[in-house]
């Protein structure tokens, strides 16, 4: 997914600073940087994009049916009944025209009130120029809001859900019939006309839906691809880590209990000493953790924990900014893995899903004695409420931690990036909070 | 354009970052010092001063803060490594910004514009660790401002941190601003005492009045 990442470093985002290599630029390449700025979305799944490319084409269109409009009206000024109407129409929807497509390309969606707003627009200059239009000319070229109509039935299509372009199509249809009833009752206007214009509305429209629909389709399938390759590639990598654990394991194995037991067998070594036996203790607490796979982790802090994440993840291109505070270095061994583990595979979403190549990551140890891991990242986001499956969310990120009793919360919104935040407080200190309010 | 003071003792970092700024058009260094002092000396004509958190001569990070200020300049705090009392003690002194040295030039430029323009550079370092501050004469935050600060300071962009405090979109950044301004406020009476008061009058007999 070539998702574009714009990351936000200052709050002077409004203030419009510029990137240096805009400063060094000169002429026609500032102003392309400039309309890029103006009309780059931040970043895009696939899906996404293909909402994007729709309003790309739409907005292109809009303006060559704007010109075609203008045009119309400057050859055919006799054609109307009255003239200066018709230009303050024409003038009032060029002006709409970036009002309503700027923040659209820049979000890649047309939001429900700019659509309405559109519409309303739209069927008011059918009316207008419907009625201002000589009555043989209302079903002919002369009537251009036609035009604008037919593009506004498309926009529906990328604002409405499912069938709403269809209710959009038949409000255009009814306004063009209350626009050309005059000319059409006094037979002026020809039906065929004004039918196949009406078809026009809807057919557009459908055609739109239906483009969307395919692209959308793709685009889903370009996500899901793109997941499954970064999938593998962390597969790969977790792999080389669960090697290199398997090897520190060998290596610490040699360097104690093989020496030891060689030591004996060899002979000689006084069993009964404190000293030895300390040792042979030491060992079997070793092998023993070893078999209930708690090695890796032992005696690992929070902030160690981490540290190796951030290196593991690092290596898969992710910039990752860590702050931490207040970490309790006694966690639990299972707490310390289970917070390790939830924060990699956060932090892989971040890799698989967000389209961008930076994310945060805080650590805090609150007052309270619960502990608090945050990962974060500005890139695509999603609908919180949809998507919770297949994200790996529900079954590395959620189980595990329900598993220590913490707990999750995830926060996202299309194009708003993705906040993941792991929680959990230490049962000693809610049970003497528990004692405390009991007592 | 914005004219550029530095303060900082690694040469090499200054003459690397003079290097780069040469490609930027609308900020230039005008003045480089290893210390505060030597800075004031030449009490150059400047709006913005980058400051190092430490420097050699072991002087006091917010009391330098306050010495500059006092003479009318803008300061943005670069650190090296991230010193959490020391950064809350620069903003309270007065300081309008603070970067870690790993954040890219282009980032350090951003901040340096932010702090020209009158505003405060919060970069999430600053807004973790005034969302970490738990010392007892903090200032007291409202739910909002906090929240903002917490998401602000996890990473998530302006927009994002205003919808998951449930504040007006667009505000987040009036919020964070709030926050500063407490913690000016807070401040403020520290640096007042005495003996700090002394040091600036004495730079102000040294090196003429504060334009």
């Known amino acids: ?233 962390l597969a790969l990598i977790s792999d080389q880590v669960r090697y290199q654990d398997r090897l520190t394991q060998y290596r610490t194995l040699h360097d104690t209990v093989l020496g030891t037991l060689t030591a004996i067998a060899r002979g000689g070594l006084d069993l009964q000493l404190d000293a030895v036996r300390a040792r042979a203790a030491r060992e079997a607490d070793y092998l023993r953790r070893l078999l209930m796979g708690d090695v890796a982790a032992h005696d690992q802090t929070l902030h160690e924990a981490l540290g190796q994440v951030i290196d593991d993840t690092t290596a898969l291109g992710l910039r990752i900014h860590y702050l931490a505070d207040g970490l309790p270095p006694d966690l639990p061994g299972h707490v310390v893995r289970a917070l390790a583990e939830a924060t990699r595979e956060a932090l892989a979403n971040v890799v698989r899903h967000a389209g961008t190549h930076e994310a945060w990551l805080t650590g805090t140890g609150e007052t309270d004695g619960t502990v608090i891991v945050r990962v974060a990242d500005q890139g695509c986001g999603f609908e919180s409420a949809i ?42 200190v809610l049970t003497v909070a528990a004692v405390g309010v009991r007592g | 354009m914005i004219r550029l003071g530095a303060i900082d003792d690694d040469r090499m970092l200054l003459d690397g970052f003079a290097a780069w700024l040469g490609d930027v058009e609308d900020v230039h260094l005008l003045a480089r010092a290893a210390t505060v002092d030597e800075f004031l000396a030449a009490s150059p004509d400047v709006d913005v001063v980058m400051l190092d958190l430490r420097l050699q001569d072991g002087s006091v990070p917010a009391e330098n803060v306050v010495r500059l200020v006092a003479r009318g300049y803008r300061v943005c705090m670069v650190s090296t490594h991230h010193d959490q009392i020391d950064a809350l003690a620069t903003i309270r002194a007065g300081a309008e910004g603070y970067v870690t040295k790993d954040n890219d030039l282009v980032r350090l430029i951003e901040a340096l514009r932010v702090v020209a323009s009158g505003e405060t550079a919060f970069s999430r370092e600053l807004a973790f660790t005034l969302m970490q501050d738990h010392a007892p004469e903090r200032p007291e935050l409202s739910e909002q401002e906090r929240a903002v600060l917490v998401a602000y300071a996890s990473g998530l962009t302006l927009g994002a941190a205003a919808r998951r405090a449930g504040v007006k979109p667009g505000t987040a950044k009036v919020y964070l601003d709030r926050v500063k301004a407490k913690y000016r406020e807070a401040g403020r009476p520290a640096y007042t005492k005495l003996d700090l008061a002394e040091r600036v009058r004495q730079d102000s007999l040294s090196y003429g009045t504060p334009s």
């Open chain 1, 1 to 233: 997914m070539s998702c574009r990442s714009t990351p936000e470093g200052f709050t002077s985002a409004g203030s419009g600073a510029l990137d240096p290599a805009d400063v060094c630029d000169e002429g026609v390449l500032v102003a392309l940087a400039a309309a890029r700025r103006v009309i780059a979305p931040p970043t895009l799944s696939g899906r996404q994009q293909a909402g994007h490319f729709l309003i790309v084409a739409l907005a292109c269109l809009r303006g060559l049916q704007l010109a075609q409009a203008l045009l119309v009206t400057i050859v055919r000024f006799d054609q109307y009944r009255v003239f200066w109407p018709v230009v303050v129409t024409l003038v009032v929807l060029l002006a709409w025209w970036p009002v309503l497509f700027v923040p659209a390309l820049r979000t890649a969606r047309v939001t429900r009130p700019w659509f309405a707003a559109d519409l309303v627009l739209a069927s008011a200059a059918t009316l207008v120029v419907s009625w201002l239009s000589l009555a043989g000319e209302v079903e002919t070229w002369t009537n251009w809001a036609f035009i604008v109509g037919c593009n506004t039935a498309m926009v529906a299509a990328v604002a409405l859900p499912s069938w709403g372009w269809l209710s959009a199509a038949l409000t255009l249809v009814g306004v063009g019939l209350v626009g050309a009833e005059p000319a059409l009752a006094s037979g002026e206007a020809s039906w065929s006309n004004f039918l196949g214009n009406s078809a026009s509305y809807i057919g557009l429209g459908a055609a739109a839906a239906l483009a969307l629909r395919h692209l959308r389709r793709t685009g889903q399938e370009l996500d899901a691809a793109n997941a499954r390759a970064r999938t593998a590639e």
């Open chain 1, 387 to 428: 998507i919770t499956n297949g994200l790996g969310l529900q079954r590395s990120i959620r189980e595990r931690i329900a598993e220590i009793g913490g707990e999750v919360v995830i926060d996202s919104q299309p194009g708003d990036g993705t906040l993941v935040e792991l929680r959990w407080t230490s049962p000693a």
